[in-house]
């Protein structure tokens, strides 16, 4: 891209500044490293960027390799999703909270479900005594669903469900609450998490071991080809990795190999690579290093495509969009004055749409300490609305792009990248990897490193080791009320009374021959759904046929 | 030759929350500082914490909890640790608590010590340090 | 609570007490283990080596399901190292057997190796008699799995189980010399990998090779993950069992774990005894300046100061 004598100049010239003006001026005892630890130069020029190949590895929006966006206009076109991630307490409460929201100009709906829903247990199981409806929606079978969305029409609105374990059951439920609602399954877009290898490798929220979870995996592929074909079968996740302490490489790393891996499991299942892979989708962390996240999804964009195109063959352009929902970094934040957490959360999200998501979730201020209130989650909206309307970022495509800097972390990451796919293939692929502990191990390593390093006063956390105040901490918080634990207990109890049981049985009986066999699950849970058996008598009689996934825990 | 009693502290995930990163940095840090670290795993019951507190004569119980639960699982696992003739254990969270939750509990005695967020390990390491007695077993 | 008392009636928390008393050498330590030495020797013991992510916690998790099936008590000793630099450990064996962490008649202890160079701790061969007078009927020991793991354990076990994988490099060749002289029955975990066959086949050719007593090691292959094998495991744990029985080499093994014992105790009674006498005093800091000037030699001043010291019991 740059003339071979002008580069020469460059070369001279730069060489004479660090010999002649940089020595003039004392650098600052600090170290100079992203918050993964990558160290950076003081100064980026065209040399580091001399290889560059305008039309290779850069291109055009919309069109391959889609390193500056997978929409060829992007936010002149549409602005991002603006998608709340939200819900506690039951059905009731947190419709309400839709509704404001949505009052409020959010244009997507993602649902947070409480702990015992997300492991599969209903709220009146024994293990689910204090915590229900606390770090999200409790929903235990069909009759909850539709408190949830009652009001909402499903074909107007899309939604994003974060669950994993038992996410089919979870989407079947939603399936046959719009059928409630008189809406047919092709009317209805949405997404659900389904990512069952980053639970193993981060979230550990896990229920079956890997083989039936994948099973369960490619039968949700294989319905939504045929009878949900706007939805967005699973969200390959980067954020809970993230969160668990990786790095920003790892985290690109690890969650385009757990990508590559769903694609071989859908190849293998026989299914062919573009009926499929148009339907994947992705979710990214936004963390506090500013350029380092925008390098980290141009970095993805470009590797998806590339081997989406090279290795799997795919053929139709959709297959090798990485389409991606962005969440501001929670393991950012910080409980001590809340307040600075507004800041922190709009730096994020700038760098989530300079680098061209999607979809933006922004975290409130008060959620190192409980779920957000009303006021913190309107600020958090308003944060992105005025970043959309206020700041002039929509107005043209990939506006770094080009910069010696953002280029070259671009092709930097996308090399770390590369170094990581190659040990994974060594190690046999993920699933053996992960065996291995190897991730968790690069994980552990990583969180544990960047702790010592706050805890040695290397890295500054604001309001934490450096600018602290002595004040107690005084934010108004969410208070779950713990009385809605007992009567959602109730309620559940109820539907199993009030329902047909012997059909509810029925059905529960033939899902579970079904798991023995081979045939798609899928229709069989929704039966079962359909006749209220609750998520627990479902994923109970699951465990039974497919067993129990056990950890092995690296320090 | 007489050795010197290793601190040994029980680090548990009780309830259905996953997240361990923290557990997991908490606990490297007390080995680090020379303690023993039996850590239980994930999705523990009050039961399996206290059985496992007990068999391993652990002069800690750490409880590491991000899920809003602890209003239920610390007053569990302290009367289980009383009904085992355990209560001289010394009980100990870190995580998420709002500020009158930890002041009930607190004051009810149903915890010692409650870490939240940004809490150096260092911290940690040393209030265990300075509240655990040397002689360790067989007082009672 | 008196501690013996407690833990002869079968209270989980004085035997869990009376463990930390060995462990920590406290003064009470002798007194204890002298106290409950007439109520061992009815526990059958069961050591599992084989290197870390072979699979060991997971294949004793099942094991031990089986043997409860059959109503006995167990009693698990997990080792992990201890950080040569730090002094701490974690110990994180217990994970792997989640099922049995609520069950009354399985005591499950994590150790550390605390300094030992062995792959156990120095206090596993005494809290092996303490969980026997207990009353447990097994005790399995499992071994931290690298090191002289292998060299412990044989000292400690009635049956030694060793576990290879056959992933991760775990070729035979690779394997340390010791293994194939210690195993009484080998274990092929996670066997439904590629190359399980071919591990096999060299741990028979191996086992010609060294075609030593009239016990030839099965070899078992297992899938922890499908619950496979394992009952084919304890089957031939019996198996070996019965042969030590009935060759009478069960007492032998006994009688040799009671010599071993008693020379460890005497050995560290000479140790202590001299060192008490001789750490500190003129005498000692004179010797070390005498040799240091030439004024005698290493040899010359050790005989002399054992001379002037007695073997006999001061307490």
């Not at chain 1, 209805?188 to 389904?194: D, E, H, L, P, R």
């Not at chain 2, 149903?110 to 967020?117: G, I, M, S, V």
């Not at chain 3, 160079?117 to 447990?136: E, I, N, Y």
């Not at chain 3, 741990?203 to 030593?212: A, C, Q």
Request: charged share 30%; glycine share 8%; net charge negative.
């Amino acid at each position: 891209m740059f003339n071979e004598e002008k580069l020469k100049k460059i070369k001279e010239g730069k060489e004479k500044w660090e010999k002649e003006t940089l020595p003039k001026f004392q650098n600052r005892p600090a170290k100079f490293v992203t918050v993964s630890s990558k160290p950076l130069k003081e100064l980026y020029s065209p040399l580091d960027i001399k290889d560059l190949d305008y039309e290779k590895d850069l291109g055009f929006p919309g069109e391959y390799p889609y390193t500056r966006g997978v929409q060829g206009n992007m936010y002149r076109g549409r602005i991002w999703t603006m998608r709340q991630f939200s819900g506690f307490g039951t059905a009731k409460e947190t419709n309400e909270r839709y509704k404001y929201l949505l009052k409020h100009g959010q244009t997507g709906l993602s649902v947070a479900f409480d702990m015992p829903t997300i492991m599969g247990y209903d709220s009146d199981h024994p293990r689910s005594v204090g915590e229900v409806g606390r770090c999200g929606v409790a929903i235990d079978s069909l009759a909850d669903m539709e408190i949830l969305f009652d009001g909402i029409p499903l074909d107007q609105v899309t939604t994003s469900m974060t669950i994993n374990g038992p996410a089919s059951v979870l989407w079947c439920m939603y399936i046959a609450t719009a059928e409630k609602q008189g809406i047919s399954s092709d009317k209805i877009g949405g997404t659900i998490q389904n990512d069952i290898l980053k639970e193993y490798i981060a979230q550990k929220s896990w229920i079956f071991p890997p083989e039936p979870s994948m099973r369960l995996i490619t039968d949700i592929f294989s319905f939504a080809c045929d009878h949900v074909p706007r939805w967005n079968t699973v969200s390959i996740s980067g954020y809970h990795i993230r969160e668990a302490g990786s790095t920003a490489v790892q985290e690109l790393a690890f969650t385009l190999a757990d990508g590559f891996a769903y694609v071989e499991a859908g190849i293998e299942a026989g299914l062919d690579v573009d009926d499929f892979a148009p339907r994947l989708s992705f979710f990214f962390n936004s963390h506090i290093d500013f350029f380092e996240e925008i390098a980290k999804y141009r970095a993805a964009r470009r590797i998806w495509a590339k081997r989406m195109k090279e290795k799997y063959g795919a053929k139709d352009p959709r297959s090798l969009l990485l389409r991606f929902h962005t969440q501001t970094a929670g393991c950012s934040l910080t409980a001590q004055q809340p307040e600075n957490n507004i800041i922190r959360t709009a730096y994020e999200a700038l760098s989530a749409v300079l680098g061209g998501t999607q979809s933006l979730h922004t975290n409130s201020m008060d959620e190192v300490l409980a779920l957000p209130t009303e006021k913190a989650v309107r600020i958090a909206l308003r944060t992105q609305q005025i970043m959309a309307y206020e700041t002039g970022v929509t107005n043209t495509i990939d506006p770094l792009a080009g910069s010696y800097f953002i280029e070259a972390l671009t092709d930097e990451m996308e090399a770390e990248a590369e170094e990581y796919f190659r040990k994974i293939e060594e190690l046999g692929g993920v699933l053996p990897a992960i065996d291995q502990g190897f991730f968790q191990r690069e994980i552990a390593d990583a969180a544990f490193q960047y702790q010592r390093e706050i805890e040695e006063n290397e890295r500054i956390i604001v309001g934490v080791n450096e600018f602290t105040i002595d004040e107690p901490i005084d934010t108004e918080i969410l208070k779950i009320d713990p009385d809605l634990e007992r009567a959602q207990c109730e309620r559940v109890q109820k539907v199993r009374e009030t329902r047909d049981n012997d059909l509810a049985q029925r059905r529960l009986e033939e899902l579970k021959k079904a798991a023995q066999g081979t045939d798609n699950l899928i229709p069989y849970m929704l039966d079962a759904v359909r006749a209220y058996a609750t998520e627990g008598e479902i994923i109970g009689m699951l465990k039974e046929v497919f067993g129990e996934y056990k950890e092995q825990p690296i320090f | 030759m007489n050795k010197e009693h290793k601190i040994r502290v029980l680090v548990a995930k009780p309830g259905l929350d996953g997240h361990d990163r923290g557990a997991k940095v908490v606990a490297r840090a007390l080995r680090d500082s020379g303690m023993e670290v039996v850590y239980t795993g994930l999705h523990q019951t009050a039961e399996q914490v206290v059985e496992a507190a007990i068999q391993e004569d652990v002069d800690v119980v750490g409880l590491s909890i991000l899920s809003g639960a602890h209003m239920t699982l610390f007053p569990r696992i302290r009367q289980l640790l009383k009904e085992n003739n355990a209560d001289d254990i010394v009980l100990i969270g870190g995580g998420i608590f709002p500020e009158d939750d930890m002041d009930e509990l607190l004051q009810k005695g149903d915890a010692e010590a409650l870490f939240t967020p940004g809490t150096p390990t260092e911290e940690i390491v040393k209030w265990i340090k300075d509240n655990v007695k040397k002689e360790g077993a067989g007082t009672t | 609570m008196d501690i013996v008392e407690g833990l002869l009636k079968g209270d989980r928390r004085a035997l869990a007490r009376a463990i930390s008393l060995v462990e920590n050498e406290d003064s009470r330590k002798r007194e204890t283990l002298q106290q409950i030495y007439p109520h061992t020797g009815n526990a059958y013991i069961i050591g599992f080596t084989g290197s870390p992510g072979s699979g060991k916690s997971s294949l004793v998790d099942r094991i031990v399901g089986i043997m409860r099936g059959e109503g006995k008590k167990v009693g698990i000793i997990a080792v992990d190292p201890t950080s040569p630099f730090t002094g701490g450990a974690i110990l994180g064996d217990r994970i792997r057997m989640q099922e049995h962490t609520e069950d009354k008649d399985v005591f499950i202890r994590s150790m550390g190796t605390r300094g030992s160079l062995g792959g156990l701790s120095r206090a596993t061969r005494d809290v092996v008699q303490l969980m026997d007078a207990f009353g447990k009927d097994i005790i399995i020991i499992e071994t931290v799995g690298v090191g002289q793991s292998e060299v412990d354990i044989v000292k400690n076990a009635d049956t030694t189980i060793v576990v290879l994988t056959p992933a991760g490099g775990d070729s035979v060749q690779t394997i340390k010399a010791g293994i194939m002289e210690i195993a009484d029955i080998f274990v092929i975990n996670k066997a439904d990998l590629p190359n399980a066959d071919r591990t096999r086949t060299e741990v028979s050719v191996m086992l010609d090779l060294n075609e030593k007593s009239s016990w030839r090691p099965p070899i078992v292959q297992t899938v922890t993950l499908k619950n496979e094998g394992t009952d084919i495991l304890w089957q031939e744990v019996q198996g070996h069992k019965g042969y030590l029985e009935t060759e009478g080499l069960l007492s032998s093994l006994r009688l040799a774990r009671a010599k071993r014992d008693i020379e460890d105790h005497i050995e560290h009674l000479i140790k202590s005894r001299v060192w008490d006498q001789v750490i500190g005093t003129n005498m000692f800091e004179k010797a070390i300046k005498q040799i240091h000037n030439k004024e005698t030699d290493p040899f010359s001043a050790a005989q002399s100061i054992l001379e002037r010291i007695s073997l006999d019991n001061k307490d």
